[in-house]
């Protein structure tokens, strides 16, 4: 009997030393979203570095983990990386723990037309149906918010549609049941929408002078885009849009040696990024260490240094 449960101590001290080992070399985790350009993003980063994407409902959700450190990494635009630091925006509390680790590829947010309709501008969206309430993603409902507002128009002045998600509005254009719809240049949804709607879908222009969308929406900045056969929906040139870059970031007590190896093989291996999507292929690892709306992890920094970025 003392033999049996000699063994059996022996057994779980093994095992035990098994789940330690194995915790102790995990690889760190990715908060991304549960679908969408975060998602593919996300997904192409962890085929280039040592991260575990895990999906969640929104960055909102995912926003406090990294905070608290239950959560290594998260990625999402500029803007909300900011909103989040600051407590401001969708965040009612300050998230100070967050560090900023790298800039990912340029993202090309816009919104989009049927290309047989009469509307060019933004300015022509008096009286149209326009996705609303976004009640399981409300930063689109500022979204739209502040582009109504960059062809001087309120809600008042148009016919909003309830949508719950980006999904649903997705879903609502292709029904016919909306006339705008926010899309990728060479995301997956507008060159589905593209290639199954009757004459293709169109992109919708900003107005240039207008700079208060670029207020509202810190990193963001408005590009003028012309046609190209890479942007098939872009279809009149000098056409004002939306372009960031995507962020990668952290908790600032993630050890820096696991931030430093993270961004020198992101660095290094960038063409597998590169290739990981559509949305990744135009990434520019020069540009990986241009932010300073909040601290950088120290770990990054001595990457940067390394690599002479910084």
């Known amino acids: 009997m003392k033999s049996f449960y000699k063994l059996s101590l022996l057994c779980v001290m093994g095992l035990s030393t098994i789940l330690l080992t ?50 290594d990494f998260g990625i999402s635009n500029p803007s909300q990386l900011y909103w989040a630091y600051n407590g401001v925006e969708m965040f009612d509390k300050t998230y100070t ?52 507002a960059n062809g001087g128009l309120t809600w008042d002045d148009v016919n909003p549609v309830p949508v719950a998600t980006y999904k649903d509005h997705i879903s609502a254009f292709a029904n016919n049941r909306i006339d705008v719809f926010k899309g990728t240049l060479g995301g997956g949804a507008s060159r589905k929408l593209n290639a199954t709607i009757r004459g293709g879908v ?11 969308y670029t207020k509202e929406w810190p ?61 990744t292929s135009g990434f520019n690892r020069d540009d990986m260490p241009e932010y300073d709306r909040i601290p950088m992890h120290l770990g990054a920094i001595d990457a940067y240094k390394s690599l002479k970025l910084r």
């Open 202 to 212: 169109r992109m919708l222009c900003m107005n240039k002078d207008n700079g208060e």
């Open 219 to 279: 990193g963001q900045y408005l590009y003028s885009y012309n046609p190209d056969p890479s942007t098939p929906t872009v279809r009149s040139k000098d056409c004002v849009g939306i372009m960031y870059n995507y962020t990668l970031w952290t908790n600032k007590d993630v050890p820096n040696d696991v931030v430093r190896d993270l961004v020198l093989k992101l660095y290094n291996d960038h063409t597998v990024f590169r290739g990981g999507s559509k949305l």
């Open 97 to 148: 723990n967050l560090r900023f680790v790298a800039n990912l590829q340029e993202f090309r947010p816009v919104v989009m037309v049927r290309n047989n309709s009469e509307l060019k501008t933004v300015d022509d969206l008096r009286g149209t149906r326009i996705p609303s309430e976004w009640r399981g993603a409300p930063l689109f409902q500022k979204n739209f918010t502040d582009l109504l």
């Open 22 to 71: 194995t915790t102790a070399h995990a690889d760190p985790t990715l908060a991304i979203t549960k679908g969408g350009s975060n998602y593919a993003t996300g997904i192409a980063l962890g085929k280039t570095v040592d991260v575990i994407p895990i999906p969640h409902s929104g960055t909102t959700f995912y926003v406090p983990k990294v905070n608290d450190g239950v959560m």
